[in-house]
């Protein structure tokens, strides 16, 4: 069975507004000259992980200029280098994490964050680390996509925490992909409200890899049609997702509230297989300012 995207003059007419719109603002140029270059840098194990710890980060947080986010990840130098990690590696290397997390306030669910990336760094430290580095550094010159799509789904198979998006986040940061994009809630809201998607994209859905690799096959065929590249589209910061923001720092303060005395759990229905997995990290998640309008807890 197989699926063809039908593209119409009126979803061309939508690519070609927005190219026009923001061909010209930072994060695009940045993307032509990065991701299009014909060579790129590179990879180190030293870049390849303080990306991945940043991009980790970008979770269900506000990365915005002026976020505590953007501040943690242009300080110089790097409170998580790969150097002070292997320092800590004699002691706990996630609670040297979790510690800096908490003191600079970076990361929801940063207990989970902490065990993820402190996985990521023992693999990097041992077994996996030259493995990953051949992974990325096949496409420091200019690859098809399906070279992409393997290195990403490497990312994806081998790191936890990084899925369909977040690994290609990681590559796009990287300056590696031209056709491999996270897709996000800016791009899924575009494809939803402008496009009219043929079936509504939700980020449940994308975090499966094969609705993922669909959903990326439609924006691939459309961009090809207007002879233009996939590329990530410029958040209005004032706006994007703070409707969702606030909406989730609500049911944060309710479970903080009503549920004080659990903090992350698991329901395992053997009968069926099923698991369902409470996360941890509400307390602080609860804490968060609202963006559209004071906070106040749900009820």
């Known amino acids: 069975m197989e699926i063809n995207w039908q593209i119409t003059t009126d979803d061309k007419a939508c690519v ?21 270059a014909e060579t790129k840098p590179h990879v180190t194990k030293e870049r390849l992980w303080e990306v991945m710890v940043c ?43 979790l510690r800096t997390l908490r003191t600079h306030e970076v990361g929801t669910h940063r207990i989970k964050i902490s065990q993820d990336l402190a996985n990521v760094f023992n693999l990097l430290e041992n077994h996996e680390g030259q493995r990953a580095l051949d992974q990325c550094n096949r496409l420091v010159r200019l690859e098809q996509r399906e070279i992409e799509a393997a290195v990403a789904n490497y990312i994806n198979d081998t790191f936890k925490g990084f899925g369909p998006k977040q690994s290609r986040n990681v590559l796009q940061t990287l300056g590696l992909t031209r056709y491999e ?114 906070a106040s807890t749900v009820n």
């Open 16 to 36: 070609k507004a927005i190219i026009e719109k923001q061909q010209n603002t930072e994060l695009v140029r940045d993307r032509h000259a990065r991701n299009l």
């Open 55 to 97: 991009m980790r980060l970008t979770t269900l947080a506000s990365s915005g200029p002026k976020s505590k986010l953007a501040t943690f990840q242009s300080l110089s130098p790097f409170p998580l280098t790969y150097d002070k990690m292997c320092e800590k590696q004699k002691q706990s290397c996630e609670d040297f994490i």
């Open 181 to 294: 994009i996270p897709i996000d809630s800016r791009v899924t809201n575009w494809l939803n409200d402008k496009l009219k998607f043929p079936f509504k994209l939700t980020s449940k859905a994308l975090s499966d890899r094969d609705c993922y690799r669909l959903v990326l096959d439609a924006v691939c065929k459309l961009c090809s049609e207007c002879e233009t590249y996939p590329y990530p589209i410029k958040p209005d910061y004032n706006s994007s997702g703070d409707a969702q923001h606030d909406f989730d720092t609500k049911v944060a303060q309710y479970v903080t509230k009503e549920l004080n005395n659990i903090d992350g759990f698991t329901l395992l229905d053997d009968a069926n297989r099923y698991k369902i997995v409470m996360p941890n990290g509400w307390a602080e998640r609860a804490k968060q300012p609202m963006k559209v309008k004071a």
